[in-house]
């Protein structure tokens, strides 16, 4: 996928906010993939990318973490965990674009935990999946993102 345009997409954040791929145009956005609201790994993970949001912020980044619950799940969810990122529901049909991004276990019936970097003219750069019982951090996407900052400026 690495080089391809990025699935578009418009997912609720909440009740009466929708997101879209598209609202991002011209800056990176990093998608983050996972399996559930309050799975352990998850919410270790969201936690991680949470710490990680005035580098985020400084490259002028955005994160979008996604999973299959719903938006009250996630507003709970989000609430709990401080998270500043916008949480979208992923629910119907389920998991569609989790599909579409290549970040789903078709033997287990669920979304796979995964990272996708993408540029501000909607390319995937890099992205990475992971088992289920792996917290990626957020390692990977300040070195993916620190690599897509040094290609645009030379």
């Avoid at 609202?23 to 990176?28: A, I, L, V």
């Avoid at 996630?74 to 998991?95: G, I, K, M, N, T």
Wanted: net charge negative; glycine share 4%; charged share 20%.
């Amino acid at each position: 996928m690495h080089g391809s345009r990025a699935p578009a997409f418009v997912l609720p954040c909440n009740p009466h906010r929708y997101v879209a791929l598209e609202d991002y145009r011209d800056r990176p956005v990093v998608l983050a993939f996972y399996i559930a609201d309050w799975h352990p790994v998850c919410s270790a993970q969201l936690q991680r990318h949470r710490d990680v949001g005035a580098d985020l912020e400084r490259w002028g980044t955005e994160l979008l973490a996604i999973s299959p619950d719903t938006v009250w799940s996630h507003a709970a969810f989000a609430s709990v965990y401080q998270l500043a990122f916008p949480v979208l529901a992923d629910e119907s049909p389920r998991a569609r674009i989790a599909r579409a991004y290549g970040a789903y276990d078709f033997q287990l019936e669920m979304p796979t935990r995964a990272l996708f970097v993408i540029d501000g003219s909607a390319r995937i750069t890099w992205s990475q999946t992971f088992p289920e019982a792996v917290d990626p951090g957020s390692d990977g996407i300040l070195i993916a993102l620190e690599e897509l900052r040094s290609s645009t400026s030379t």
